[in-house]
């Protein structure tokens, strides 16, 4: 981590539009810093923390399993949590699933919710099966998966709008990340914020639920 916050270069997957500018965004205000003064710079989520060793970046969100090699690392530190936040992973539908096809999109969503359920329960990680499945989808091996805490999954696919563990009055997830992104420049191009409603559908899960 840098001396002194006034700029840094902030390593991530996603860049300057990623989910977790928010946690970041708070971070940075608790310790002296702005996320106005941040340069993002796009590493692909394996490579960021060995970006960090070599000095390329200052800080990065490196997120599980990725994280686990570092753990002992002597030139990083662990300086925030990632803030559990149920809106960060989306699923997006075209014109032929939302119109055409709706009862695939519908199969999809509703075999994410069983997947959680049957297979990313509590005690998951014990599962030789699970773990290799999620080793190879990550393209690391099964000591880095079974290393790291386990992660909780929703399986009745509701959308989560506040961030779990943040301060007390901080805005809801959808207008703090625009916030932070219209502070961060060249992610949004509009002025008014969106609501909830424009944009999350949640009919399509709503449907898979019974809600």
Do not use: C
Not at 4 to 33: D, F, M, Q, R, Y
Request: aromatic share 8%; proline share 6%.
């Amino acid at each position: 981590m840098p001396g002194s916050l006034k700029k840094i270069k902030v390593g991530s997957a996603i860049g300057a539009g990623t989910s977790h500018a928010p946690v970041l965004a708070l971070w940075l205000e608790a310790n002296g810093g702005d996320i106005k003064n941040v340069e993002f710079v796009q590493i692909p989520s394996a490579d960021i923390g060995t970006a960090m060793e070599n000095g390329a970046v200052d800080m990065g969100y490196i997120g599980a399993p990725f994280d686990r090699q570092f753990k002992d690392s002597d030139s990083i530190e662990f300086v925030t949590p990632q803030i559990s936040v149920d809106a960060q992973s989306v699923v997006l539908f075209g014109s032929s699933m939302l119109k055409d096809n709706p009862e695939v999109g519908q199969a999809i969503l509703r075999a994410a919710a069983r997947t959680s359920r049957d297979h990313l329960k509590d005690g998951y990680k014990q599962d030789p099966t699970t773990v290799k499945a999620l080793a190879k989808a990550f393209k690391t091996t099964d000591d880095a998966i079974k290393s790291g805490p386990p992660l909780t999954w929703g399986s009745d696919l509701q959308i989560g709008y506040q961030l779990e563990g943040a301060p007390a009055g901080t805005p809801e997830y959808l207008d703090l990340i625009q916030q932070v992104f219209a502070s961060v420049g060249g992610v949004i191009d509009y002025t008014k914020p969106l609501t909830k409603a424009d944009v999350y559908d949640t009919s399509f899960a709503d449907a898979v639920m019974g809600r």
